[in-house]
């Protein structure tokens, strides 16, 4: 595994990996043509194995996309990217974040774990860890958290023992 900072290589494979990072979302069309920025504290990219590293206070913004974590690892496989994992230390207060507006009908999906996997090309959410998501008014919480961006469909797991999954419902208002 080659590991290092920025060097000429690094740099175009980062600068290449961003180019990618435009399809990965079913989000608002006009996403997918924003700039992507990535700051961080430090990075490692290993072009063989197609992942890159990010560490420190990390921020990926791309139009309405934010992640927010201590570290974020993307993955890559035939040119495109496949996952991205954010999270915290486990001893961290904060947690992991992401936010973005999926269509022009609907507001923010915001989503807070430990640990947020997004399963690109699948269009998934995974969070696990104090997991909460909120879209719109409706708020799902519990250890376990998987999110069907496309379908909008939430499946909620807790730990067992106490520990239970939550849910608000806000009715939607009537238009009488």
Avoid: W
């Amino acid at each position: 595994m080659k590991i290092s900072r920025f060097s000429p290589t690094h740099l175009r494979f980062a600068l290449c990996l961003l180019t990618l990072l435009p399809t990965f979302s079913s989000a608002l069309e006009s996403d997918r043509e924003q700039p992507i920025r990535i700051q961080a504290d430090a990075a490692i990219v290993d072009e063989t194995s197609g992942s890159s590293v990010y560490k420190g206070n990390v921020i990926i913004t791309q139009g309405t996309l934010e992640v927010t974590a201590n570290e974020v690892e993307i993955f890559t496989a035939d040119g495109e990217v496949i996952q991205i994992i954010a999270k915290t230390e486990s001893d961290s207060e904060i947690l992991a974040h992401y936010q973005q507006q999926i269509n022009e009908a609907m507001d923010m999906v915001v989503a807070d774990a430990q640990k947020i996997t997004y399963l690109v090309q699948e269009e998934r959410l995974h969070l696990s860890g104090d997991a909460r998501l909120q879209q719109v008014q409706d708020v799902f919480t519990g250890q376990l958290l998987y999110y069907d961006l496309g379908r909008g469909i939430v499946n909620l797991n807790s730990s067992g023992g106490s520990d239970r999954v939550n849910m608000t419902i806000t009715p939607k208002k009537s238009s009488r």
